[in-house]
């Protein structure tokens, strides 16, 4: 029988992180959203609690816990503070935790000890491209094999925190074999441009970037993985699970705020909450923050137990990135005209919450 009761491990990391969230990420949310720009002093308080460190290996200073389990409780409550701070904390584990599936022992070596550092150490990944219909299995940026290295060529979009990076993770395409491949890729790499800050709907706290290949050559050593490579269905789930996981963290914040606002929110005598109809949407909301959250663990303890979650991991993403834009819509609503007003968080979760179905390669764990 499955049980998803947290260990005292991890109930005490979900609470240390609950109280930064409710410290630090709550307080600050709205004025970043609005300034447009991350607080710093909040990105480096929480990367102080070695949320990344805590899955990196032993042998090079990590604790080694990379369960999936852990990550998706530790992205639902960041996600819960902020979205966008959640994101900016977790882009760094975009090159880390698959460095740590797939890197060489040289790879693992030279990159991982750099996230071991007091200070917040900026890293991300390539991974969405612009256009239609993107297919993470038929990407459009190719790597052609060219001398002794590869050449990257194509456009990468929502990457985050790409103009402050050390290093990128880049997917692409391997224009011979077909095969989707990953390439450590130095930020100071010739043919690789980091274009203006892209304007979103949501993460409006969260800078992301297009990025361009233009012949960036990288020596074959740069591959993630080496000769063999990487996995890339391995990568896709790890990636569902995050942000179902996130995005029940976004809902739940929702579910929660518009459940307090209709218990103390008066007219014509009562409490809005006692509305047939407000109660109603409330304990719909309930139920699927709930049933989501339940869905997401699944497919983590899926990956825990070195199980194929691919089904599990896909139907969880599909639900959650439905469930949040209905919750937070709900939410909305509840607060009526209030809801549509910027001083109240309502609308910038549903401003962040209809982005999920968008965000593929933002997260992972």
């Known amino acids: 029988m499955v049980s998803f009761t947290p260990t005292e491990d991890q109930q005490l990391l979900v609470d240390t992180i609950r109280r930064y969230a409710d410290k630090n990420i709550r307080p600050a949310a709205h004025d970043v959203d609005e300034a447009e720009a991350p607080d710093m002093d909040v990105i480096q308080a929480g990367w102080q609690l070695g949320l990344i460190p805590s899955a990196l290996p032993e042998e090079l200073g990590g604790f080694g816990d990379m369960s999936a389990i852990s990550g998706a409780m530790i992205a639902e409550e960041l996600a819960f503070g902020d979205l966008s701070v959640a994101m900016h904390l977790l882009a760094p584990s975009l090159l880390a935790y698959p460095v740590t599936l797939f890197g060489t ?41 060219s001398g002794d290295g590869v050449k990257l060529n194509g456009v990468k979009a929502c990457v985050p925190l790409a103009d402050e990076s050390r290093a990128l993770l880049v997917y692409a395409r391997n224009a011979e074999s077909g095969d989707i491949e990953a390439y450590i890729v130095p930020d100071d790499t010739p043919g690789l441009l980091i274009q203006e800050r892209e304007k979103l709907m949501g993460l409006r706290a969260l800078p992301t970037f297009r990025v361009k290949f233009e012949d960036a050559q990288v020596p074959v ?49 009562k409490a809005i909450a006692q509305n047939q109809s407000i109660a109603f949407m409330l304990a719909e909301m309930a139920i699927e923050v709930d049933a989501t959250r339940l869905m997401v663990w699944e497919s983590a303890w899926m990956l825990d137990q070195g199980q194929d979650a691919t089904r599990e991991a896909y139907l969880a993403r599909q639900y959650a990135d439905k469930m949040v834009l209905t919750v937070t819509d709900s939410g909305v609503q509840t607060l009526g005209g209030y809801g549509f007003i910027r ?9 962040n919450g209809r982005g999920f179905p968008t965000f593929d390669g933002l997260a992972i764990l």
């Open 221 to 269: 050593s740069a591959k993630l993985g080496g000769a063999v490579g990487i996995d890339i269905q391995t990568i896709l789930n790890r990636q569902n699970v995050a942000l179902g996981a996130l995005a029940v963290g976004v809902a739940r914040a929702a579910f929660e705020y518009a459940r307090e606002y209709a218990k103390e929110r008066v007219q014509f005598g």
């Open 105 to 145: 022992a040289a790879q693992r070596e030279s990159l991982l000890p750099a996230f071991l550092e007091e200070e917040f150490t900026a890293a991300t990944a390539a991974f969405l491209e612009p256009g239609m219909m993107f297919d993470p299995r038929a990407m459009q940026t190719t790597a052609t094999p």
């Open 343 to 351: 001083e109240y968080p309502a609308e910038r979760w549903l401003r």
